[in-house]
């Protein structure tokens, strides 16, 4: 059973970066096909998917949020990062990291996720 648990810090400053994991257990992130992905959910608002990064390493970004957003991986440590620049207060949401299998295409629905983590509320204020 893999598991996904989401960390980092619940509070950002305006213009500064946001930084958030996901630490897997019960697998390896680079098992054949895992495609890892960052969504998150505003207050009031739906899914919105970030990125990804897959199993060989590729990354895959959201257009809108592309300028913004790097994922990386530590394969060593099992886990995967998520750095959003420039935040403001419209970054504010619940960010959740989940697991899907790699079929070609950067976006995937939410509900082909099989996997998330418990999510970490992070909110942009000064």
């Known amino acids: 059973q893999v598991q996904l648990e989401s960390s980092g810090p619940g509070l950002v400053k305006p213009s500064h970066t946001l930084f958030l994991t996901c630490t897997v257990s019960?697998?390896?992130?680079?098992?054949?096909?895992?495609?890892w992905s960052w969504i998150r959910q505003p207050p009031g608002k739906g899914l919105e998917w970030m990125g990804a990064?897959?199993?060989?390493?590729?990354?895959y970004y959201s257009p809108s949020l592309k300028s913004r957003t790097s994922i990386s991986r530590d394969t060593s440590k099992n886990h995967f990062t998520l750095q959003l620049s420039s935040v403001t207060p419209e970054d504010t949401a619940v960010y959740y990291c989940?697991?899907?299998?790699?079929?070609?295409?950067?976006?995937?629905?939410?509900?082909?996720?099989?996997?998330w983590g418990q999510g970490t509320q992070v909110t942009v204020s000064s």
């Open positions: 990064i897959a199993y060989g390493g590729g990354t």
């Open positions: 989940a697991l899907t299998y790699y079929s070609g295409t950067a976006y995937r629905r939410p509900d082909e996720y099989n996997y």
């Open positions: 019960g697998d390896s992130i680079t098992t054949d096909y895992y495609y």
